[in-house]
């Protein structure tokens, strides 16, 4: 109700101020690119994507040809020794397996040795929480908040390491064996290092800092599923013990799918080796201490070589090679629609 | 504010709605915005509506809460006695209109947060996540983006609470000068009291509603101007009882102790009852005697009141009523699709609760040994009762509250950008067009109807003595150098008036001819401007000599006397008996004997005079469908060519009166004297007599000639109609105006041509003369379909669809014309639908004599029916109730007070801003929110679904896909820029193209670019691409092995490669989306992907591992996993995947099936040929011919108060001789016939509302 008297005021005194600016931003006339693809651009956009993923298929699919891998799973040919771990009370007692198998051609370069365990479910949300990263960095022995359900053993010392991660460990020893003739069986020389990453090894895992590993460890319990506790994991290498094993760091980096495998040894290039593996009769000594059967799993070992982009698989390639298939059939198509349209609406498009 | 607190019990707040709110509203949904004084530069703001149209708007009236007891029943104020008002608790003059101070702005602002469902449920979320057995996300995912809500939210209402209390406290703190102790003193506003007595001063504004007490007019007169209350302009008078306008000076106010005992407060504006005790008298008083708060006070010099009501019991604040909110349409669908979207998360739930169920059954249980169910669970059942909990936490982001805030912050941009605009600022009036509520804008690019007021709105409510015919010659037409009619902005130089000292510099006239005819002393002329001169209600006002202002009633009868005065006959002065004219330089003053005042039935005016020679001669102005059936046979030949001329003029559209005069001679007058002096005493019928009078004397007129005024157009209204019409938006026009008027004002702004095939005029007064009228149009309508239609077409329609279908098919251009008292009919229940049918089949509609609630009547009519978008505009108080009622409401900030700004959600100064509000920023906005909506949703589903389908593999555990870090972030940080920019910035075709292709605004009209199909489409590309997402790198990941052969299919690698090949792709389809590349976009687009991978390389760092090795646990992760050709190779083929079907459908649906703006955007050919038709159409002209409009908006009543001589000062009355009329009482008839004519916004005879 004092609009007047206020306008009249404002007048005179904003007369000019009310005008709204004549910025680009504010009457809406920002330079700018007008994002209008043409025909030529989207046609030329399309076959070459399509040339692309063509091209790009066909090398991926060349390179896993060249790929040679071994998988033998051992579920079934180890069914006593699974027979056994079935009962939970017989942890202590040792049970080995042999399985021959025969390598028709060598393989080449470096080799490595995988064990893949199926139907064991890795990404679980209960289960991947069930570490603790501050425990695994050494700093903390006694941090075992996150680690439900195997915080604490029984008489209630923190588990170290702790979590349902950790106890459920592969424990399975893979040994390869060259069959040279049939009594002279070679050991294949394999080793664990350089199967985790850098920053896995040298930061996400730190033993805590002591003269000596188990006196480190000590007023901490094992995992209720290991026979022996973390500072006994490699008594002869001692940048392999505890919490920075090998083995330990590959299996608490958790896998994404229940079907998985893990890299466990890499061919040693020495002596017979120095190729990769030498065609010939082959046998893996297996130390069976992971129960498979309780959970309806299987678990294998693979024998594999790589190519420039790992050890991929069909699939990328087959991928690439059908959408590049797909892509340049649907350029043609759209190609040949425009072309005719083009005719009708001459204006459409130049 | 805390000053009046203290002094009295707290007051009332007004009812929720009345507080003025707020310019920046991002939540939709609480109440309707309403402009922020701040904003508007208004301090309070009166939402007030007449009594009589309350009803449209607000209820007419609600129990107000008095406080510490009861209801109030009536008042008691005692002048000069603050003890004895003080025991009442009446709510001082301090009014509140904000909601928060500094303590409870917290908890109440958050309070009313909480009321949103968004928030709730979001609270809702938080509050599950934590629940240990349950919480699959951190709870930080969902606290991050809800604080964030909130606080931009609360910190936008504390910054219009803090306007409001600037606001209140300027108001609160005025001066006014106050009686007390029997001294005047200042007195800030707020300190005011009722039963004060104040003083008011010219031109201020009137503090509380008060009783008038005296002022310095005779007779306790005073006069108010009320267009900040009810809209009107006209000056009104109101009058202090006779005892008390004595009461002159201080002293004796000082001594006045009277009580006043009335009503209680209400919001009635036109009512007042109640009763002044003093001296053991009783005084009844009346509204008459009321001066209410919001009024200023003009020609008077002072005047005194008693407070009655203050502060929120003025009847101002009581009227200050709720609005109804508002929502867009787009608002209710994306309510509707949140629901849906709801629903479809509980079924995803659902699913993956009992996919857990029997996971946990079958395999869960033996893998008991590894990862023992969690202690609370007990079975299968329960686990899977639990992951459905987890899954809804997880999935919740398919509906992110990020959608809402971002919605309000687009929409935000777009009110500034309409603020922003210079092409809506009128440099005129030096205002720029403004969006006062800002959650509407999209709805602009969507409206189908537009309802226009005429009067201010298509008109500029200014008169212009355009042409004239004098004694059968015409006048006015400007011929070029050839002898042809001279186009407009082709004009000569107009008419030089100089040598006449008294001219009114601003008339302009472009004929010389006449101006030659006056100067040559032709008899005709002369006369006929001597008419002009004295056939007339207006009163002079002459500041300094020769500086003349004229008071005019209607802007007609100004310009006509104005006309005269530049040509020669100045109307200088009056009083009650005589009028002073200069005639050509010399002061000629006439007796005035009578006047035969206005009335609508009489539909003329006459004077009686007496010129110096004693000669007496009426003088007589009037329509000339009555007028030229009460000439003098003789004239017949002038007849015939005046005819012609009246007719040429009303073909042009302008507002025609006819002139005539007659001599009588003495013995004659004296005895029609006296038989009107009989008529006026009569006690019945009086206003009979008094016509039967009138009649007998003006008959046998001799014709002068006509005069010819143009309503004066505002500027560029016919070609925004044409615009507007091409872009398929229909425009009816509704006006209180008569029905003559309204059409030649459609045919002048071209919604009527004479190449309409008909238009139908309704006019009937019964219902069944009303629906015959009705059916007739219809039929013909249908008959000429038949006929140009074929038979199997028309067949088919028939028997498909309703009859409306057929009747929107009809070939042939139809408009219709309906009256007030007629629409009274067709809106009754039984023949709305009839009604509206056949006016939906015409291409223009024109209701005249309409009232304001009938306006809003026909506005909820089509909103009933129509389902389309209806948009009001107008400029007067008697539009509020259509501005209010329909989807957009538009306030002409014009001439006519404030009223219908404040009602509005946008405001400008020019009907001609209407088509670049409509066609370049509400089509824009429409565009960009449809646009931005599409996304949303898209990235939302590509972003969520991933974890449904990851839930088949991970045993349904309720593990996300991703980082919880980039789940937190995604939506705030990673993706909420760049679509932001597009649905702020986007435009599909420059400016300038949709204003030439009107026919690009069709695809909101018909909502096609954000419905439920697209919105299907969008969560189709969403899913689909959820679904690539998920299975590409799954395909890729299951076997392969990095290049140092060690495992790939880690959880976090799966985790990065999917969000970082997400974020891309999500990046590529928004630069896809985006149309119109600014800096901003190339900024937030590339920015975002920067950030991204910035964040994700700090994220995995070590040094916020060694800090935090808890809460940082995919150290090294960025640097492991991008480094690794798969894994862009698997990145690059999801994002060629995902994108190329998207690119491929846009092209062929360019190439098969283009929309407008594809086709604007790409042809430089049809662009030219629309263009050369574009001009062609608007080069069409009207020629033709019509019946006069006759149009004079005029009151009637103002003759008998000039003779009465009452609005005349003393001075100016001492020479004449005060004629002893018995009628002291002339302000009441003046009021009876105004609430005769109260019916009708124009002072039209009009039978009332029915309902």
Redesign the interface.
């Known amino acids: 109700m004092w609009v007047t008297c206020r306008t009249r005021m404002k007048r005179k005194s904003q007369d000019e101020s009310r005008l709204p600016d004549n910025t680009a931003v504010k009457q809406q006339q920002l330079p700018a690119f007008r994002l209008q693809l043409s025909a030529n651009e989207i046609l030329s956009g399309f076959f070459a994507t399509g040339v692309f993923c063509l091209g790009m298929g066909i090398i991926l699919l060349l390179s896993a040809k060249s790929i040679s891998e071994v998988e033998i799973n051992y579920t079934e040919k180890c069914a006593s020794c699974a027979k056994l771990r079935e009962d939970a009370t017989h942890f202590d007692k040792e049970c080995n397996c042999s399985i021959s198998f025969y390598l028709p051609q060598k393989m080449e370069g470096n080799v490595y040795l995988y064990y893949k365990l199926y139907g064991f479910y890795q990404n679980l949300y209960r289960y991947i929480l069930s570490r603790s990263n501050i425990q695994l960095v050494g700093t903390d022995l006694k941090d075992v908040r996150n680690c439900a359900p195997f915080k604490t053993s029984e008489n209630g010392l923190p588990i170290a390491p702790c979590g349902a991660i950790a106890n459920s460990i592969f424990n399975d020893t893979i040994v390869l064996l060259y069959n040279f003739n049939s009594s002279t069986h070679i050991k294949v020389p394999m080793v664990s290092s350089e199967t985790a990453w850098w920053t896995d090894k040298y930061v996400k895992f730190q033993n805590p800092t002591y003269q000596n590993l188990s006196s480190a460890f000590a007023g901490t319990a094992k995992p209720p599923n290991w026979p022996k506790p973390v500072y006994e994991l490699d008594e002869e290498d001692p940048g392999n013990n505890g919490f920075i094993n090998d083995d330990f760091i590959v299996w608490m980096r958790t896998a994404a799918f229940p079907t998985f495998k893990k890299l466990y040894r890499r061919l040693h290039r020495i002596g017979n080796f120095t190729e990769g593996l030498p065609a010939g009769s082959y046998s893996f000594i297996i130390n069976y201490n992971f129960p498979v059967s309780r959970f309806q799993g299987q678990k294998a070992v693979v024998l594999s070589t790589l190519t420039w982009s790992g050890g991929s698989s069909l699939f990328l390639g087959l991928a690439y090679l059908v959408t590049g298939a797909v892509t340049l059939l649907a350029s043609f198509s759209m190609m040949a629609i425009h072309l005719k349209l083009k005719e009708r609406k001459t204006f459409f498009l130049q | 504010m805390a000053l009046c607190a203290k002094k009295r019990p707290p007051a009332p707040v007004p009812p929720r709605g009345a507080a003025p709110s707020e310019p920046l509203r991002p939540r939709t949904d609480r109440q309707t915005a309403r402009p922020s004084p701040a904003q508007?530069?208004?301090?309070?703001v009166?939402k007030e509506m007449p009594e009589k149209w309350a009803r449209a708007g607000a209820p007419p009236s609600w129990s107000r809460k008095k406080p510490s007891w009861g209801t109030e029943e009536e008042r008691r104020a005692r002048a000069n006695d603050r003890e004895y008002n003080e025991k009442f608790q009446y709510a001082s003059n301090c009014i509140k209109t904000s909601k928060y101070n500094i303590l409870t702005f917290l908890p109440v602002n958050l309070f009313e947060q909480f009321q949103e469902v968004a928030n709730t449920y979001f609270l809702f979320l938080l509050i599950l996540q934590l629940i240990p057995q349950i919480s699959?996300l951190s709870w930080f995912t969902t606290i991050v983006p809800l604080v964030l809500v909130l606080t931009i939210t609360a910190v936008k209402d504390a910054t219009d609470d803090y306007f409001r209390h600037k606001s209140d406290n300027q108001?609160n703190n005025?001066q006014s000068q106050v009686l007390i102790n029997g001294i005047l003193q200042q007195e800030q506003w707020m300190n005011v009291c009722v039963g004060d007595i104040i003083k008011l001063e010219n031109n201020q504004?009137v503090a509380a509603d008060l009783l008038l007490l005296s002022s310095s007019e005779p007779h306790g007169l005073c006069y108010i101007e009320t267009?900040?209350?009810d809209g009107e302009t006209n000056m009104k008078v109101r009058q202090a009882i006779p005892v008390t306008s004595e009461l002159g000076d201080i002293s004796k106010l000082a001594k006045f102790d009277g009580e006043v005992i009335c009503e209680p407060p209400n919001n009635k504006l036109d009512k007042f009852s109640g009763t002044l005790y003093w001296k053991e008298n009783k005084f009844p008083l009346s509204n008459q005697n009321m001066l209410l708060?919001?009024c200023?006070l003009r020609n008077t010099e002072w005047c005194f009141g008693l407070v009655i009501f203050a502060g929120p019991d003025t009847k101002?604040m009581q009227n200050s009523g709720r609005t109804k909110f508002k929502r867009t349409s787009i608002d209710r669908l994306m309510n509707t699709l949140v629901l849906w979207i709801f629903g479809f998360l509980v079924c995803m739930g659902v699913i993956l609760a009992i996919g857990n169920a029997i996971w946990e059954h079958e395999?869960g249980t033996?893998?008991q040994?590894?990862?023992?169910w969690?202690e609370a669970v007990d079975s299968a059942f329960f686990s899977g009762f639990l992951s459905f909990w987890?899954y809804i936490i997880i999935l919740n982001t398919v509906v992110p509250i990020s959608l809402y805030v971002s919605v309000e912050v687009i929409r935000l941009g777009h009110s500034?950008?309409i603020?922003?605009?210079?092409?809506m600022?009128c440099m005129k009036k030096?205002?720029?067009a403004e969006a006062r509520t800002t959650t509407l804008n999209e709805e602009l690019g969507q409206v189908e109807y537009i309802f226009s007021d005429k009067t201010g709105t298509l008109t500029q409510n200014i008169m212009v003595f355009n042409k004239c015919s004098i004694n059968g010659r015409s006048y006015g037409d400007v011929f070029d150098v050839l002898g042809h009619k001279a186009e407009l902005g082709e004009r000569p130089e107009p008419v030089d008036f100089s040598f006449n000292p008294l001219a009114d510099k601003k008339f302009l006239f472009w004929d010389p001819t006449l101006l030659e005819a006056v100067k040559m002393g032709d008899p005709h002329t002369h006369e006929f401007f001597r008419l002009l001169s004295l056939c007339h209600t207006v009163m002079s006002e002459e500041k300094s000599e020769g500086e003349l202002y004229y008071k005019a009633q209607s802007p007609d009868e100004g310009a006509l006397v104005t006309a005269a005065r530049n040509f020669g006959f100045v109307f200088r002065s009056r009083t009650p008996t005589t009028i002073t004219v200069h005639e050509m330089g010399t002061a000629i003053t006439y007796q005035l004997l009578a006047i035969l005042d206005f009335n609508n039935i009489r539909k003329r005016m006459s004077v009686i005079v007496r010129n110096p020679e004693g000669k007496i001669r009426l003088y007589c102005k009037g329509a000339d469908t009555i007028l030229l059936d009460r000439l003098h046979h003789s004239t017949q030949e002038l007849l015939n060519t005046t005819t012609d001329h009246l007719n040429e003029y009303a073909g042009e559209g302008l507002r025609t009166l006819v002139l005539a005069y007659k001599d009588l001679d003495e013995e004659y007058y004296e005895e029609w004297a006296g038989r009107r002096l009989q008529a006026s005493l009569a006690q019945d019928s009086r206003d009979d007599r008094l016509a039967s009078v009138y009649e007998e004397v003006e008959s046998d007129m001799m014709l002068l000639g006509a005069t010819a005024i143009e309503d004066k157009l505002q500027q560029g209204v016919p070609e925004t109609i044409a615009l507007l019409t091409l872009a398929n938006i229909k425009i009816w026009v509704l006006t209180g105006d008569k029905q003559e008027t309204a059409v030649n004002i459609g045919y002048s702004c071209k919604m009527l041509t004479d190449d309409m095939t008909e238009v139908f005029i309704v006019t009937g007064h019964t219902v069944l003369e009303v629906r015959e009228e009705l059916r007739k149009a219809r039929e013909k309508m249908m008959d000429s379909s038949r006929a140009v239609g074929n038979g199997f077409t028309y067949q088919e329609k028939v028997s498909s669809s309703r009859l409306t279908s057929v009747l929107e098919a009809v070939a042939g251009e139809y408009a219709l014309v309906i009256n007030g008292h007629s629409l009274a009919h067709a809106l009754e229940a039984d023949m709305e639908l009839e009604f509206l049918e056949t006016a939906c089949a015409c291409k223009a509609v024109i209701c005249c004599r309409v009232t304001p609630l009938q306006k809003a009547q026909v506005v909820e009519l089509v909103k009933k029916y129509k389902k389309a978008v209806t948009l009001a505009i107008g400029d007067g108080a008697n539009d509020v109730s259509m501005i209010k009622t329909a989807h957009i409401g538009v306030g002409i900030s014009g001439q006519e007070g404030?009223q219908a700004v404040l009602a509005s959600d946008y405001s400008f100064s020019q009907f001609k801003f209407l088509q670049r509000l409509l066609l370049v920023h509400g089509r824009?906005s429409y565009l960009r929110m449809c646009k931005f909506l599409c996304y949303f949703f898209y990235k939302n589903f590509a972003f969520t679904m991933v974890h449904f389908w990851f839930g088949f593999?991970?045993?349904f555990?309720?593990?996300t896909v991703y980082d919880q870090y980039f789940i937190t972030l995604y939506n705030i940080v990673y993706t909420s820029l760049p679509v932001l920019a597009m649905g702020v910035?986007d435009?599909d075709v420059p400016?300038q193209r949709s204003m030439e292709y009107p026919k690009l605004y069709e695809p909101g009209q018909l909502n096609l670019l954000f419905n439920k199909r697209e919105f299907f489409i969008c969560i189709a590309q969403g899913i689909y691409t959820s679904v690539l997402m998920f299975f590409?790198p799954?395909?890729?990941?299951?076997?392969?092995?990095?290049?140092?052969?060690?495992?790939?299919?880690?959880?976090?690698?799966?985790?990065v490669t999917v969000a970082t090949s997400l974020v891309i792709v999500v990046s590529v389809q928004i630069?896809?989306d985006?149309?119109?590349?600014?800096?901003?976009?190339h900024f937030f687009i590339w920015g975002s992907l920067a950030v991204y991978f910035a964040i994700l390389f700090a994220m995995h760092s070590?040094g916020l591992?060694?800090m935090f090795?808890?809460q940082f646990?995919f150290?090294?992760n960025a640097?492991?996993t991008l480094a690794?050709?798969?894994v862009w190779?698997?990145i690059v083929?999801t994002t060629?995947?995902c994108i190329?079907p998207v690119?491929?459908f846009r092209?062929?649906r360019l190439?098969?099936k283009?929309d407008l703006s594809d086709?604007v955007?790409?042809?430089?050919?049809?662009r030219k040929k629309q263009k050369a038709q574009h001009r062609c159409m608007r080069r069409v002209g009207r020629t033709g011919s019509r019946r006069s409009g006759y149009a004079f908006s005029h009151q009637e009543g103002f003759g008998e108060l000039i003779m009465s001589g009452k609005n005349m000062r003393l001075s100016s009355l001492a020479l004449s001789s005060f004629t002893t009329r018995s009628s002291s009482s002339w302000i009441e008839s003046l009021r009876r016939k105004k609430s005769d004519s109260a019916s009708s916004p124009s002072g039209g005879a009009e039978k009332p509302l029915k309902g």
Do not use: H
Not at chain 2, 1074 to 1081: D, K, L, V
């Open positions: 508007t530069g208004i301090m309070t009166p699959s108001v005025r504004f267009a900040e209350l708060r919001g200023v101002l395999v033996r893998f040994v590894y990862l023992p969690d987890s500034y950008f603020n922003w605009d210079k092409k600022f030096r205002t720029p404030i824009w593999f991970c045993g555990s309720a593990q910035f435009q400016e590409i799954y395909g890729v990941f299951a076997e392969a092995t990095r290049d140092d052969g060690t495992q790939l299919a880690d959880y976090q690698s799966f985790a630069g896809l985006t149309g119109y590349w600014t800096a901003i976009n070590n591992f060694d090795p808890n646990q150290v090294g640097q492991n690794q050709p798969t190779l698997t083929l060629v995947v190329m690119v491929a092209f062929l190439n098969l283009p086709t955007r790409y042809t430089q050919l049809v």
